[in-house]
């Protein structure tokens, strides 16, 4: 079992949440006033859209790509600052949730890394992501979430909703929505559990992003969580979909091979190529930006190779 981040020290039904019927006592749980609350309920226009580069980590548009470039830009709704700390608020609170093994991101204190290292020493992976994740988890998966299974009044209910909900679904750029995507399939996230362990597999969860491995996955288990993601109103992005035997996987960008991890040969060959560009450098500062780089991404694999589940044989 890795260790459960600080802070992390109750049940889902230990949250303060649980049987809210007072907006007033969500008021002070959100450690605002009622009528800061308010203002927050009547404003509109309360986020402003941007459009991020899905590769290039800087990258950002304000205004909407050209239709033969929006393929490489996502959507980005950021909330104001009012409403960000209410949602920051939401978030910090669930996560203290103690999070199962099997859950990687969004857990504060376990990384990518983590994710890939729990599946060294497997001989097969399948690899699967569920297309639209936060589009696709709508505002009725977070009433779902409140009312039913932690009982809060409908009034109350409505106002969480509309706090973490935009256009009818969980908006990329809030921060609660990571963590409010897990919550609100959290039924289907515990069937997936049960399916891959009762079939002697192990798995994680990073995000969208769905891991199986093992000795043998027999394509029954599989459909049987696809048919559970389906079930509850989400989809398998087909073209995502990987099944590898007895060979190196990718898993969340690292190399799983054997017994251990390791970087995947396209952040080799990077780190190859800023060693190159590094000598022939000119000027103190381009060569300073370069050794910054450089030192990132050999920290980076340090971290990487150094993840494992047990020692390689």
């Given at each position: 079992?890795?260790p459960?981040?600080?802070?992390?020290?109750?049940?889902?039904?230990d949250?303060?949440?649980?049987?809210?019927?007072?907006?007033?006592?969500l008021?002070?749980?959100?450690l605002?006033s009622?009528?800061?609350?308010q203002?927050?309920?009547?404003?509109?226009?309360?986020?402003?859209?941007?459009?991020?580069?899905k590769?290039?980590?800087?990258s950002?548009?304000?205004?909407?790509?050209k239709?033969?470039?929006?393929?490489?830009?996502?959507?980005?709704?950021?909330p104001?600052?009012?409403?960000?700390?209410i949602q920051?608020?939401i978030?910090?609170l669930?996560?203290k949730?103690?999070?199962p093994?099997?859950?990687f991101?969004?857990?504060?204190?376990?990384?990518y890394?983590?994710?890939?290292a729990?599946h060294?020493?497997a001989?097969?992976?399948?690899?699967?992501?569920?297309?639209?994740?936060?589009?696709?988890c709508?505002?009725?998966?977070?009433?779902h979430?409140?009312?039913?299974?932690l009982?809060?009044?409908p009034?109350v209910t409505a106002?969480?909703?509309?706090?973490i909900?935009?256009c009818?679904?969980?908006?990329?750029g809030?921060?609660?929505s990571?963590?409010m995507?897990?919550?609100?399939n959290?039924?289907?996230?515990l069937k997936?559990?049960?399916?891959?362990?009762?079939?002697?597999l192990?798995?994680s969860?990073?995000?969208?992003?769905?891991?199986?491995?093992?000795?043998?996955?027999?394509?029954?288990?599989i459909w049987?969580?696809?048919a559970?993601?389906?079930?509850h109103g989400?989809?398998?992005?087909?073209?995502?979909e990987?099944?590898?035997?007895?060979?190196?996987?990718?898993?969340?960008g690292?190399?799983?091979k054997?017994?251990r991890?390791?970087?995947?040969?396209?952040?080799?060959?990077?780190l190859?190529?800023l060693r190159g560009?590094?000598?022939?450098?000119?000027?103190?500062?381009?060569?300073?930006?370069?050794?910054?780089?450089?030192?990132g991404?050999l920290?980076q694999?340090?971290q990487?190779?150094?993840?494992?589940?047990?020692?390689?044989?």
């Amino acid at each position: 079992m890795l260790p459960l981040p600080n802070g992390s020290q109750y049940a889902l039904r230990d949250t303060p949440f649980f049987r809210l019927r007072s907006r007033k006592k969500l008021a002070e749980i959100l450690l605002v006033s009622d009528a800061a609350l308010q203002r927050v309920l009547n404003e509109e226009n309360l986020y402003e859209r941007r459009w991020k580069h899905k590769k290039e980590k800087d990258s950002w548009l304000n205004f909407e790509p050209k239709p033969e470039v929006s393929h490489f830009y996502r959507p980005i709704d950021i909330p104001d600052k009012g409403l960000k700390s209410i949602q920051s608020r939401i978030a910090k609170l669930f996560a203290k949730v103690t999070p199962p093994d099997w859950l990687f991101s969004p857990v504060k204190g376990r990384s990518y890394v983590n994710n890939a290292a729990r599946h060294v020493g497997a001989r097969a992976f399948w690899l699967l992501d569920i297309a639209d994740y936060f589009p696709s988890c709508t505002d009725n998966n977070v009433a779902h979430l409140f009312h039913t299974r932690l009982e809060c009044s409908p009034d109350v209910t409505a106002i969480i909703v509309k706090l973490i909900t935009l256009c009818g679904c969980l908006p990329q750029g809030s921060p609660c929505s990571p963590i409010m995507a897990y919550y609100s399939n959290h039924t289907m996230w515990l069937k997936i559990s049960e399916i891959v362990t009762d079939s002697g597999l192990t798995h994680s969860v990073y995000a969208d992003d769905i891991t199986i491995s093992g000795n043998l996955i027999k394509k029954e288990v599989i459909w049987n969580i696809k048919a559970t993601v389906h079930k509850h109103g989400l989809r398998i992005k087909a073209e995502k979909e990987l099944s590898i035997i007895d060979s190196p996987a990718d898993i969340t960008g690292v190399i799983v091979k054997g017994g251990r991890t390791m970087l995947p040969n396209r952040q080799l060959k990077r780190l190859f190529e800023l060693r190159g560009e590094r000598q022939r450098a000119k000027g103190s500062l381009a060569k300073a930006a370069l050794d910054s780089q450089i030192a990132g991404r050999l920290a980076q694999q340090r971290q990487v190779e150094h993840q494992y589940r047990h020692p390689p044989s």
